[in-house]
């Protein structure tokens, strides 16, 4: 079973260890993820205010994992 990166949308058939920026296809495009979290591009629904220590996390975990 593969993956599309959140990113680009390309397959991402590899893991780590092999890969890994998984799920990302590669280090840039989890760096561009990362900067999109810091730099609010996301838009997170129904909400205005600062990120919840819960958004954090899940932020911390898709840059992680
Ligand atoms: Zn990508």
Redesign the pocket.
Same mark, same amino acid.
Do not use: T
């Given at each position: 079973m593969s993956t599309a &990166?959140p990113?680009? +949308?390309?397959e991402?058939t590899a893991r780590r260890p092999e890969n890994p920026a998984f799920p990302? &296809?590669?280090a +840039? &495009?989890r760096g561009i993820d990362l900067s999109r979290w810091l730099g609010g591009d996301y838009a997170i629904p129904v909400r205005d205010e600062a990120p919840t220590d819960e958004d954090l996390a899940v932020a911390a975990r898709r840059s992680r994992s």
């Open positions: &990166c990113i680009c +949308r390309a991402v990302f &296809c590669s +840039r &495009c």
